[in-house]
């Protein structure tokens, strides 16, 4: 009669299931100080649904944190555990295991619940996202090389790098870009979404903390990108208020301010203005030196540079008021946009300055 040979019994080496009992305990207690620990203690928590993102982050860290633990910790053991003895030759054949059908289908069930579970998870609270109450106030933005363009209902002009908005408001903002793939990222907010031209995303969230924070191009835009931040201000129902109306206001005058002095310019501010103002869009070379726009260094006897964007004669007056007021259209088939002097952040007295300037380069 056949003799049948018993399967010699797998050695997983000296202290193994001390070993996985230690590991155990080391991810047990690592995940709950990662599950009973705010993520707000790190980033606060400036609105909703931010709360939620942080849980689907902390169910990663857990998952992840575990899975960590088991392959280092299985890792450094086997290397003890399994090392060549000292005295044996190098070509020494180490421990063979083959054919653990019980260890193939645990490392493979066990992975595919986890990732199954991910999924759920996420498209919960993804599904929230999309069915949280907004269009209480429903705003546009906008990604520019290298700014961002915030349009308000009832605001004629709009604000450049600033976007406020009131404090336990819903709010419903639309992002896309004019030129090329930005990104809009609020990490309070923990929102983020791509900005394509031609695509527009939608964004919901409810801001429940009063402060200032960061707004963030999160794609590589071109040269300046690491520049790309704008500011957030959640602001009191009353200030909000204030603001707005303020905003109102300068856009009903056409900018506001008075008449820009252009006699009373002087070049060289004018230079260090350019500088920090214009040079991320502009050069001082020929009109085809092209940036974002084109060049400016020789406005007045430039064949090429006929007219300004908004078709009006190249005068010193023109320019004066081309950047007072400032200009969005169609320029050879693209999208120009030129920042109103509110939006750009400059006074009357820097408008003449930057007009002197730009006169002096043509002489």
Same mark, same amino acid.
């Given at each position: 009669?056949?003799?049948?040979v018993?399967?010699?019994?797998?050695?997983?080496?000296?202290?193994?299931?001390?070993?996985?009992?230690?590991?155990?305990?080391?991810?047990?207690?690592?995940?709950?100080y990662?599950?009973?620990?705010?993520?707000?203690?790190?980033?606060?928590?400036?609105?909703?649904?931010?709360?939620?993102?942080?849980?689907?982050?902390?169910?990663?860290?857990?998952?992840?944190?575990?899975?960590?633990i088991?392959?280092?910790g299985?890792?450094?053991?086997?290397?003890?555990?399994?090392?060549?003895?000292?005295?044996?030759?190098?070509?020494?054949?180490?421990?063979?295991?083959?054919? /653990?059908?019980?260890? @193939?289908?645990?490392?493979?069930?066990?992975?595919?619940?986890?990732?199954?579970?991910l999924?759920?998870?996420?498209v919960?609270?993804?599904?929230?996202?999309?069915?949280?109450?907004? $269009?209480?106030?429903?705003? @546009?933005?906008?990604?520019?090389?290298?700014?961002? @363009?915030?349009?308000?209902?009832?605001?004629?002009?709009?604000?450049?790098?600033?976007?406020?908005?009131?404090?336990?408001?819903?709010?419903t903002?639309?992002?896309?870009?004019?030129?090329?793939?930005?990104?809009?990222?609020?990490? @309070?907010?923990?929102?983020?979404?791509?900005?394509?031209?031609?695509?527009?995303?939608t964004?919901?969230?409810?801001?429940?903390?009063?402060g200032?924070?960061?707004?963030?191009?999160?794609?590589?835009c071109?040269?300046?990108?690491?520049?790309?931040?704008?500011?957030?201000?959640?602001?009191?129902?009353?200030?909000?208020?204030?603001?707005?109306a303020?905003?109102?206001?300068?856009?009903?005058?056409?900018?506001?301010?008075?008449?820009?002095?252009l006699?009373?310019?002087?070049? $060289?501010?004018?230079?260090?203005?350019?500088?920090?103002?214009?040079?991320?869009?502009?050069?001082?070379g020929?009109?085809?030196?092209?940036?974002?726009?084109?060049?400016?260094?020789?406005?007045?006897? $430039?064949a090429?540079?006929? /007219?300004?964007? $908004?078709?009006?004669?190249v005068?010193?007056?023109?320019i004066?008021?081309?950047?007072?007021?400032?200009? /969005?259209? /169609?320029?050879?088939?693209?999208?120009?946009v030129?920042?109103?002097?509110?939006?750009?952040?400059?006074?009357?007295?820097?408008?003449?300055?930057?007009?002197?300037?730009?006169?002096?380069?043509?002489?």
């Amino acid at each position: 009669m056949a003799q049948l040979v018993k399967k010699p019994k797998t050695n997983l080496g000296p202290g193994f299931w001390p070993v996985t009992i230690f590991l155990a305990v080391l991810a047990i207690v690592s995940d709950y100080y990662v599950y009973v620990t705010p993520l707000s203690r790190f980033l606060p928590e400036a609105a909703v649904p931010a709360d939620q993102i942080d849980a689907l982050f902390k169910f990663l860290t857990i998952v992840g944190n575990a899975i960590f633990i088991y392959v280092v910790g299985y890792v450094v053991y086997f290397c003890i555990a399994f090392r060549r003895p000292k005295n044996a030759p190098a070509n020494t054949i180490g421990v063979q295991i083959h054919d /653990q059908p019980q260890l @193939e289908f645990w490392w493979t069930l066990v992975p595919t619940l986890l990732v199954v579970a991910l999924a759920i998870f996420s498209v919960v609270i993804w599904k929230g996202l999309q069915q949280t109450q907004g $269009d209480v106030l429903t705003m @546009e933005a906008i990604g520019h090389q290298f700014y961002f @363009e915030f349009r308000y209902p009832k605001l004629k002009a709009s604000v450049r790098d600033e976007m406020h908005i009131p404090v336990n408001t819903p709010i419903t903002l639309h992002v896309t870009a004019a030129d090329v793939l930005h990104g809009f990222w609020v990490p @309070e907010v923990r929102v983020k979404a791509d900005m394509v031209p031609g695509l527009v995303n939608t964004l919901r969230f409810t801001p429940t903390t009063i402060g200032q924070y960061r707004i963030i191009c999160t794609e590589y835009c071109g040269s300046s990108h690491g520049k790309m931040i704008a500011k957030l201000y959640i602001d009191s129902q009353q200030d909000f208020g204030k603001w707005f109306a303020k905003e109102a206001n300068i856009a009903a005058s056409g900018g506001g301010g008075a008449a820009v002095a252009l006699t009373t310019g002087q070049k $060289d501010k004018g230079q260090a203005l350019f500088g920090q103002k214009c040079s991320t869009c502009h050069s001082v070379g020929p009109y085809n030196q092209i940036i974002v726009g084109p060049g400016l260094g020789h406005l007045f006897n $430039d064949a090429e540079h006929k /007219q300004l964007v $908004d078709g009006k004669d190249v005068t010193p007056e023109n320019i004066a008021y081309i950047l007072h007021n400032g200009y /969005q259209g /169609q320029l050879n088939g693209h999208v120009a946009v030129m920042p109103s002097a509110q939006a750009n952040a400059i006074s009357n007295e820097d408008i003449a300055n930057l007009t002197a300037y730009l006169v002096s380069l043509s002489k």
